[in-house]
């Protein structure tokens, strides 16, 4: 069994893996190390550890996992299936690279389009010789209506909804009209001119919003939440 950590800023996800299947899942919004002392001693087949983080690095979390067989904290210097050619790799998110790895892994005849929307929309190219091309990132959902309520002093605060009017007629209205129509445009001319570019072109969206695009986009999709864990456990199983 592997242990796979994905540490963002706020929540801390973290998988059970057996072989490629995962077996156990928990997420926490507080500290890593009483998450992963009780992972460990639910799960004690693990050998094996992974974690990919946005924190800055936890000395005491890096000591607790040395003891296993094999741990490795993700990073320009692990050795991946795939070519990186990112030209400031110490700048990158590594959450990324696991991303487009398992693309790759899942489509290896043909070019990948990596769409993980999250906090931030990231769209992440991994060619079908296995190359990661590089990529762009955009304000995520959230962010949008929040950046709305935050730079102005009289539009509110709102959250996205399913249903998505043509005009709105209130405030309200028109700020989910204007942010979630503003924000599946984007995808989807974005995924267009991937597409006009690279024949056969796969895309994959995953990240906290991929399912509010998954009947919302007029280009086809395949949507993946756990893509970054199953990168992360393929490249876990690459280095071991």
């Keep these: 069994m592997n242990l796979i950590l994905d540490i963002g800023n706020s929540r801390v996800k973290s998988y059970i893996f057996k072989e490629e299947k995962i077996a156990h899942q928990q997420e926490t919004d507080g500290d890593v190390i009483p998450l992963v002392k009780d992972l460990l001693h639910r799960f004690p087949e693990v050998r094996y ?4 983080s946005t924190r800055k690095p936890d000395p005491e979390l890096f000591t607790y996992l040395h003891h296993l067989d094999r741990f490795i904290e993700l990073g320009p210097e692990t050795p991946l299936p795939i070519r990186n050619l990112y030209n400031t790799s110490d700048t990158l998110g590594y959450d990324r ?3 487009v790895v398992e693309a790759h892994a899942r489509y290896p005849r043909n070019t990948v389009l990596v769409i993980d929307a999250g906090t931030a929309i990231t769209y992440d190219l991994v060619t079908a010789t296995g190359e990661f091309s590089g990529g762009n990132i955009s304000p995520g959902l959230a962010m949008r209506f929040r950046a709305l309520a935050t730079f102005t002093d009289r539009l509110p ?11 709105g007629r209130t405030t309200e209205e028109a700020i989910i009209a204007g942010v979630e129509m503003g924000i ?8 267009d001119i991937f597409r006009e570019k690279y024949n056969g072109l796969q895309v994959i969206i995953t990240g906290g919003d991929a399912f509010f695009f998954d009947k919302k986009l007029k280009n086809s999709i395949f949507v993946l939440p756990e893509l970054t864990a199953f990168g992360l456990n393929r490249i876990l199983k690459f280095n071991v």
Excluded: M, N, Q
């Excluded at 599946?184 to 995924?191: H, M, N, T, Y």
């Design 97 to 99: 690279i696991a991303g």
């Design 49 to 52: 550890a992974i974690a990919v």
């Design 184 to 191: 599946i445009a984007e995808v989807d001319g974005i995924i």
């Design 157 to 167: 605060r709102v959250s996205a909804k399913d249903t998505i009017p043509l005009i």
